[in-house]
């Protein structure tokens, strides 16, 4: 039985539609990741899945529960992390704990197990109220928060956003240690480097799934010559690249252009090219797809 059964679930708010048909399985003790930028309708589906929100249309199941008919029975099953707002800003550390295990009817000593790899992190602050917490700390608060009822799925909206890189670091591997316990997790990132964290992943923008595929999958879905170019004028180079024939895509990407060619091509026969056009410092590199290009690539298919 899978942990997580989505099918054909469609969401409008008025006039935007948040989600479109989107359909998706997540494994018992899987790490899966929706991969997308904001407003693609990752939060809708966190909250259709919480049972906070109804579709407008398709069926969904959480830990065999299916989400309208069974919502009180998943209530119980599932932690949800909310992107903002699910501590008590005014209430310690210890307090938001207290408070979470008692409305789910249990104590932080009943299942300190599952929570104490990462509470021992945030112990030595637990008379601090949570509002004086750093980004990092009340991450791991908030995770404790929604592992405190031991529950069997775990749903984390954007837990990463706005928390510096280490702790990112550190908030995967407590990830990595809980699915090791048996508990799904589906989590949400508008980080497209963390892909490679997950089992699997599904790419989402403007409410349609683009693919679904394991980290390893999804590079082999990317199977155009990909080159990272730069010169003294990217603005100009980008407009030129654009029109010469050999060109597929071309796409800004930091300093860099990253370009896509129809065949394959050696990069010094393109770095000459653009030479002999007048960009004398050019530089071409073949380059191996980032998460990011495969997401760019993806979504100017389906525009
Ligand atoms: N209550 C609402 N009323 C109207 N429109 C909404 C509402 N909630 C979300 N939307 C719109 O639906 C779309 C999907 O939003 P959603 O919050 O699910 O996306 P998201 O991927 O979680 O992005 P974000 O990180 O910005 O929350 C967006 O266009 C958003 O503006």
């Known amino acids: 039985m899978a942990a997580i059964s989505v099918e054909h679930i469609s969401k409008q708010y008025g006039e935007t539609k948040a989600l479109e048909s989107v359909s998706f399985e997540v494994k018992e003790a899987e790490l899966f990741g929706l991969i997308g930028p904001d407003g693609a309708g990752k939060s809708t589906l966190f909250r259709i899945l919480t049972t906070l929100l109804l579709a407008d249309e398709g069926e969904a199941y959480v830990a065999g529960h299916h989400v309208v008919k069974d919502y009180k029975e998943i209530r ?59 980004g990092g700390m009340k991450q791991k ?13 775990l749903f984390l909206d954007e837990p990463t956003t706005g928390v510096d890189a280490v702790s990112r670091k550190e908030f995967w591997e407590m990830l990595k240690q809980l699915k090791a316990k048996g508990i799904t997790i589906l989590v949400s990132t508008p980080y497209m480097d963390e892909a490679s964290l997950c089992d699997r992943i599904a790419l989402i923008q403007s409410g349609k799934i683009l693919t679904i595929n394991t980290p390893k999958g999804l590079m082999n879905e990317f199977t155009k010559p990909l080159y990272a170019v730069k010169a003294e ?10 029109q010469q024939d050999f ?57």
């Open 76 to 134: 119980k099953k599932v932690g949800y992390m909310p992107g903002k707002f699910s501590l008590y800003q005014d209430l310690s550390v210890e307090e938001n704990l207290s408070f979470f295990a008692t409305i789910f009817g249990t104590t932080i000593e009943e299942n300190y197990e599952l929570i104490k790899d990462i509470y021992v992190q945030i112990e030595p602050f637990k008379k601090r109220p949570a509002g004086k917490l750093s």
């Open 141 to 153: 608060l908030a995770l404790c928060c929604a592992l405190i009822h031991k529950p069997e799925v």
């Open 233 to 242: 004028n990217t603005y100009k180079l980008l407009t030129f690249l654009r």
């Open 247 to 303: 060109t597929d895509t071309v796409l800004p990407f930091g300093e860099f252009l990253h370009l896509t060619t129809e065949e394959d091509m050696p990069e010094s026969e393109i770095e000459n090219h653009l030479k002999a056009d007048g960009f004398e410092k050019a530089e071409v590199k073949r380059i191996e797809p980032t998460v990011e290009d495969i997401f760019l690539a993806l979504s100017s298919e389906t525009e």
